[in-house]
Protein backbone atom coordinates (compact mmCIF):
# COMPACT_ATOMS: atom_id res chain seq x y z
CA UNK A 1 0.00 0.00 0.00
CA UNK A 2 1.45 3.30 -0.50
CA UNK A 3 2.58 5.46 2.32
CA UNK A 4 -0.05 8.45 1.44
CA UNK A 5 -3.01 5.77 1.02
CA UNK A 6 -5.94 7.03 3.64
CA UNK A 7 -7.45 3.83 3.71
CA UNK A 8 -4.16 2.58 5.33
CA UNK A 9 -3.85 1.54 9.20
CA UNK A 10 -0.33 3.06 9.82
CA UNK A 11 -0.12 5.14 12.55
CA UNK A 12 -0.51 8.67 11.84
CA UNK A 13 2.39 10.67 14.79
CA UNK A 14 0.25 13.03 17.30
CA UNK A 15 0.63 16.83 16.36
CA UNK A 16 1.26 17.58 20.07
CA UNK A 17 4.71 16.76 21.69
CA UNK A 18 4.62 15.55 25.48
CA UNK A 19 5.74 19.08 26.40
CA UNK A 20 3.04 20.78 24.52
CA UNK A 21 0.64 18.51 26.39
CA UNK A 22 1.79 19.13 29.50
CA UNK A 23 1.71 22.72 28.47
CA UNK A 24 -2.06 22.63 27.25
CA UNK A 25 -3.16 20.74 29.98
CA UNK A 26 -1.72 23.34 32.57
CA UNK A 27 -3.24 26.44 30.89
CA UNK A 28 -6.11 24.94 30.87
CA UNK A 29 -6.54 24.03 34.35
CA UNK A 30 -5.56 26.86 35.49
CA UNK A 31 -7.42 28.98 33.21
CA UNK A 32 -10.78 26.92 34.94
CA UNK A 33 -9.35 27.82 38.45
CA UNK A 34 -8.43 30.91 37.87
CA UNK A 35 -12.39 31.65 36.41
CA UNK A 36 -13.52 30.23 39.58
CA UNK A 37 -11.18 32.32 41.95
CA UNK A 38 -12.63 35.16 39.72
CA UNK A 39 -15.77 34.11 40.47
CA UNK A 40 -15.49 34.11 44.14
CA UNK A 41 -13.05 37.12 44.67
CA UNK A 42 -15.42 40.07 42.91
CA UNK A 43 -18.18 38.35 44.03
CA UNK A 44 -17.07 40.03 47.58
CA UNK A 45 -15.08 42.79 46.00
CA UNK A 46 -15.67 45.24 43.35
CA UNK A 47 -12.46 46.66 42.62
CA UNK A 48 -14.00 50.50 42.30
CA UNK A 49 -14.88 50.78 45.31
CA UNK A 50 -11.58 50.33 47.13
CA UNK A 51 -11.44 53.07 49.11
CA UNK A 52 -12.87 55.84 46.88
CA UNK A 53 -15.82 58.11 47.78
CA UNK A 54 -15.75 60.45 44.67
CA UNK A 55 -15.06 58.77 41.38
CA UNK A 56 -14.88 59.74 38.37
CA UNK A 57 -16.69 58.39 35.20
CA UNK A 58 -13.96 57.38 33.41
CA UNK A 59 -12.82 55.06 36.48
CA UNK A 60 -16.14 53.73 36.78
CA UNK A 61 -15.68 52.76 33.03
CA UNK A 62 -12.52 51.13 33.75
CA UNK A 63 -14.66 48.63 35.90
CA UNK A 64 -14.42 45.46 33.27
CA UNK A 65 -10.49 46.33 32.36
CA UNK A 66 -9.93 45.95 36.00
CA UNK A 67 -11.70 42.74 36.20
CA UNK A 68 -9.71 41.58 33.63
CA UNK A 69 -6.54 42.40 35.04
CA UNK A 70 -7.93 40.80 38.20
CA UNK A 71 -8.28 37.46 36.30
CA UNK A 72 -5.03 37.77 34.02
CA UNK A 73 -3.17 38.12 37.27
CA UNK A 74 -5.17 34.98 38.98
CA UNK A 75 -4.58 32.85 35.74
CA UNK A 76 -0.90 33.45 36.08
CA UNK A 77 -0.36 32.22 39.50
CA UNK A 78 -2.77 29.10 38.56
CA UNK A 79 -0.60 28.73 35.58
CA UNK A 80 2.96 28.63 37.48
CA UNK A 81 1.67 26.40 40.27
CA UNK A 82 0.52 24.26 37.41
CA UNK A 83 3.64 24.13 35.54
CA UNK A 84 6.20 23.70 38.21
CA UNK A 85 3.93 20.71 39.39
CA UNK A 86 3.72 19.81 35.89
CA UNK A 87 7.77 20.11 36.23
CA UNK A 88 8.11 18.03 39.17
CA UNK A 89 5.88 14.81 38.10
CA UNK A 90 8.21 14.64 34.86
CA UNK A 91 11.50 15.46 36.58
CA UNK A 92 11.03 13.52 39.75
CA UNK A 93 12.95 10.73 41.51
CA UNK A 94 9.71 8.16 40.60
CA UNK A 95 9.99 9.70 36.98
CA UNK A 96 12.19 7.48 35.32
CA UNK A 97 10.48 4.69 37.17
CA UNK A 98 7.16 5.41 35.97
CA UNK A 99 8.62 5.57 32.55
CA UNK A 100 9.78 2.38 32.76
CA UNK A 101 6.83 0.90 34.44
CA UNK A 102 4.87 2.01 31.06
CA UNK A 103 6.97 0.84 28.26
CA UNK A 104 7.20 -2.85 30.34
CA UNK A 105 3.34 -2.93 30.13
CA UNK A 106 3.65 -2.39 26.50
CA UNK A 107 2.57 1.36 26.68
CA UNK A 108 4.08 3.86 25.55
CA UNK A 109 5.96 6.37 27.97
CA UNK A 110 4.90 9.78 28.62
CA UNK A 111 7.91 11.57 26.82
CA UNK A 112 7.29 9.30 23.65
CA UNK A 113 5.48 10.43 20.85
CA UNK A 114 1.94 9.26 21.02
CA UNK A 115 0.66 7.94 17.49
CA UNK A 116 -3.07 7.88 16.76
CA UNK A 117 -5.21 6.23 14.08
CA UNK A 118 -6.40 8.08 11.01
CA UNK A 119 -9.87 8.69 11.12
CA UNK A 120 -9.93 9.37 7.21
CA UNK A 121 -12.38 6.85 5.84
Known amino acids: MPENDPQS ?8 SPRNEGIGVALWTSFIVASLETMIVFAFL ?4 LGFDGLAPTL ?15 WSFAFIGAGL ?3 MLESGPHAAARHAAASAA ?10 VK ?4
Open 9 to 16: DAPVPALW
Open 46 to 49: DPVT
Open 60 to 74: VALRPFLYACGFFFL
Open 85 to 87: TAF
Open 106 to 115: GRSAPSAPVS
Open 118 to 121: SAKT
